[in-house]
């Protein structure tokens, strides 16, 4: 694979993430992030045709509960840690009626 | 005192369980300006738990295995009490609506929780100084780190704050700082401790384990805090064993396998010949040492960095400032705001390794990067399914090197990472690792080396680590004189 995540890549990878970055921030990711990736490249030394992803170690695949009611913590209890609050919704920025990412 | 001679004597009255929790909590105000293993210290709560444990013991009332005995844990479990922050900007204020499961474990067996320690922010780190907070010193030696990110746990238990404490693992977080401080450290096998209520890292990774002083009193914690919990789909619906009476078994026939490729180059001299004495130890003592080969060991650093930056990746995205956490103030667009309280919530190794595992999972990198990385878990896997074939134990260093300074890493992330060399195979492989005092080096700091065994193998992990432990004295020097 190729090495080195350029200052592009990283501007893109940040906005994927959900964060923002300096300029500063840019230059240092950009060259940390390119030591790490030319370190982990190694892996494509390692011939593992035919080989089965290991997602999970354990041999289990969807585990299920009986379908029952339980008390659940209620709405004062969710909603004690909200940065902002109106009534009993989560109050954030306007969502609708922009451009969406 | 270690923790299970200071349940005894709680319960047969010849101590209190307030004089106890006081010991602790002088202890705690005596050091931890220096040392700084906790990040929040619960005085009143944890007095008031030791007056009604003193209460049911003088009436005669039934009380838990661990009844009035001081314990700490990593701040990165949820509780009802105090802050969970996970030593983070973004967490700071967060106060969880639940505790974890092995928080109610704990009360359910009578422990007292005095206090939330230091870690690595997220659990994301080898030293304790990508706490958003502060840094936690090593108890030996305060211009060193403790290791991480378990690093105020290991610190807590070897200044003799208290006699025990939990952690959790997801790439050596118990071992490597129990190697560092002195302790034992346990990583039990994947699914063995419900992770309800444990702040989530690496999801496929992430494993809660005890610090203790001896392995007799990792083996009393690990049994109140394993077993099933219908609240982690990932933990195993089977028995507990007796991890207590499984110490007793000798160590001679034991079959412990040595692999080349946990010896190599980078490993420390004195690290090297400490672990090498420890493995003389057990040969006097009758036990099997042959050789077993883990050929995909060297790849096990580019495969953990992988995975668990690419889990992380995901399992942070839920702090966006939204439901609970920080939040940017003054923005009125919300893509911006998610944007501006990450950047201002998290610190500089959470932003890397988020980084990385987007990019990781990304269009175009994700067959190169993370499916590539799961293929050779596969691989790795299979090396320890085959040696345990074999060998019932796998002896190892636990760390390359003793503590470092503060500082001395804190600038290179891949010089950091490659310090978990010997450990992250443990947990791609889901099996149980255990870290075992076994010397000092030339400074006067400690070496701990590892025993890994096969899934659910705790017993004989153990077991071997309390026969070491019976016929050697490196647990029992303290950094205290």
Known sequence: MSTGVDEGLVRHIAMLSR????DAEVARFASELSAI????????????????????????HNVLRTDEVVPSPGPEAALANAPQRQGTFFRVPKVLDQDSA | MNLAETAHAIRKRKQSAVETVRASLDAISRLDGTFHAFIRVEAERALEQARRIDEAVAKGHPVGPLAGVPLAVKDNFCTTFGTTTCASRILANFKAPYDAHVIEQLDRAGAIVVGK???DEFAMGGSTENSGLFPTRNPWDSSRVPGGSSGGSAAAVALRMVPGAL??????????????CGVVGLKPTYGLVSRYGLVAFASSLDQIGPFARTAEDAALLLSVIAGHDPRDSTSVDRPVPDYLAALGRPLRGLKIGVAAEYFGEGL?????????RALDVFRAQGADVTEVHLPHARYAIACYYLVATAEASSNLARYDGVHYGH????????????CASRREGFGAEVKRRIMLGTYALSSGYYDAYYLKALRVRTLLRRDF????????VIASPVAPTTAFRLGEKIDDPLAMYLGDVYTTSVNLAGIPGISIPCGFDAAGLPIGFQLMGPPFGEETLLAAAHQYQLVTDHHVRSPLG
Request: net charge negative.
């Open chain 2, 167 to 180: 952690g959790s693992d997801t790439g050596g977080s118990i071992r490597q700082p129990a190697s560092f």
């Open chain 2, 385 to 392: 399914e085959q040696a345990f074939g074999k060998v019932e």
């Open chain 2, 327 to 338: 939040r940017a103030d003054g923005i009125d667009d919300v893509i911006e705001m998610y």
């Open chain 1, 19 to 22: 964060l923002h970055v300096t």
């Open chain 2, 268 to 276: 420390n001299a004195e690290v090297r010949t400490a672990v090498e």
């Open chain 2, 117 to 119: 320690t230091n870690l």
């Open chain 1, 37 to 60: 990736v030319n370190y982990v490249d190694q892996l494509s030394q390692v011939n593992t045709d035919g080989v089965e992803p290991t997602a999970h170690v354990l041999p289990i």
